[in-house]
């Protein structure tokens, strides 16, 4: 190889190293090997469903028409879930939405939902929620202080309303955690048996930005100029 040819190459190299300089280091992907699921249980019992990944390996989406309740889920497992779940039959319900995370670290949370209750009788008996809880756990199983609501509310006879809850923001730190979840629990009162509640929402875990460590950083600045440094010592020098 001629020195010219070497310049340009220890040059082109020198970029390429002072490039990953400037780079934050990025989490390491890696194979999901838990699928998403989705549990319910109700009045009819319980009942667990597990969620395929798509071609990609790591989003997911999936929905059901059950009698009683219609659920659905997607999401990503770099990571987010998205969630919804409508039910016509009164009763105590517990559904979990629960989805494998990609190796990370974390230091917040999003936890946000809204709740629309509707009644459609003539009677005087208004549908209504209570015991009420949309709470986010990291992992599943470990509740985290992102507990999005807790109470209950009502709809007037044949009269609709909605209200939205959150997001919530968590400033927490979970080091690579396996899984994520999101439970949420009520209860519908309907004496008429003429109206329903229809749960939505959405849990996200944001990464903390890591950059590399300084003595790394100076590390890699040094060889790459020291490159350059290489690269001008080999050009040919002119005779006077």
């Not at 629960?98 to 974390?106: D, H, R, S």
């Not at 590399?212 to 040919?236: D, K, N, T, Y």
């Amino acid at each position: 190889m001629s020195c010219g040819k070497l310049e340009v190459y220890l040059r082109v190299l020198a970029l390429g190293v002072i490039g990953l300089c400037a780079l934050p280091a990025g989490r390491a992907s890696a194979s999901v090997g838990e699928l998403p699921a989705v549990q319910v249980t109700g009045p009819e019992g319980s009942s667990t469903t597990p969620v395929p990944f798509k071609a990609d390996g790591k989003t997911f989406a999936w929905r059901t028409d059950a009698p009683g309740y219609s659920v659905s889920m997607s999401g990503d497992s770099d990571p987010f879930i998205n969630w919804s779940f409508s039910v016509t039959g009164p009763g105590s319900y517990h559904v979990l939405f629960t989805a494998p995370v990609l190796p990370g670290t974390y230091n917040s949370v999003v936890n946000q939902a809204a709740v629309t209750l509707s009644d459609v009788g003539l009677g005087l008996n208004p549908t209504s929620i209570s015991n009420v809880s949309i709470d986010g756990e990291v992992p599943v199983g470990t509740s985290i202080p992102a507990v999005l609501l807790t109470g209950g509310a009502s709809a007037p006879n044949g009269g609709f309303g909605s209200t939205t809850y959150g997001p919530k923001f968590v400033n927490e730190t979970f080091t690579s955690p396996a899984t994520m979840a999101v439970a949420v629990d009520f209860t519908l009162t309907s004496l008429d048996a003429d109206g329903g509640a229809s749960f939505n929402g959405q849990f996200v875990l944001s990464p903390t930005v890591q950059s590399p460590e300084p003595a790394s950083l100076s590390l890699l600045c040094l060889g790459a100029m020291g490159f350059v440094g290489m690269g001008r010592s080999l050009r040919p020098r002119r005779l006077a």
